[in-house]
C-alpha cells in the first residue's frame, strides 16, 4: 500500500493534536538526526558497529522514517501542505543549481 503526502499529514495531526507541541516534536526531531547520523558513521567506519550482524541498511531506513515522522508532525501541527512547499522548493532549487528539470515537469512527464 502506497500512502500520500496529504494522508500522512493528516494521519500525523489526528494523532498529535490534544498532545503534540512543537517544541517537544522538534526535540524528537533532533535526536532521531542524531541517531541517522549514528548509523552513518557506522555505516563509513567512523564508528564501531554495535554487532557484526548489525543491518545499517534497515536501522538507516527506520531513522529517516522517524526524521520524516516528526518533521511531518510538526508541519500537520502548523497546517503546512508539505507537497506544496516541496514542488514551490524545487523549483527555486533546480533554478539556482541549474538542473535540467524540476518536481514538477518530471512528475508531469510521468
Known amino acids: 500500500m ?8 493528516e494521519y500525523l495531526y489526528e494523532t498529535y493534536k490534544n ?11 533532533v535526536e532521531e538526526i542524531g541517531e541517522v547520523a549514528e548509523v552513518l558513521n557506522r555505516r563509513d567506519g567512523r564508528k564501531a558497529k554495535e ?13 529517516l522514517v522517524d526524521v520524516i515522522h516528526y518533521t511531518f508532525a510538526i508541519a500537520a501541527l502548523n497546517n503546512i501542505n508539505l507537497n506544496d512547499f516541496i514542488i514551490e522548493k524545487d523549483k527555486k532549487a533546480s533554478i539556482k543549481y541549474n538542473h535540467k528539470i524540476n518536481l514538477l515537469q518530471y512528475l508531469l512527464n510521468k
Open 2 to 9: 502506497k500512502v500520500t503526502i496529504k494522508d500522512y499529514e
Open 19 to 29: 498532545h503534540g507541541i512543537d517544541s517537544s516534536l522538534f526535540m524528537k526531531l
Open 51 to 63: 554487532n557484526e550482524d548489525e543491518d545499517l541498511i534497515e536501522k538507516l531506513g527506520n531513522e
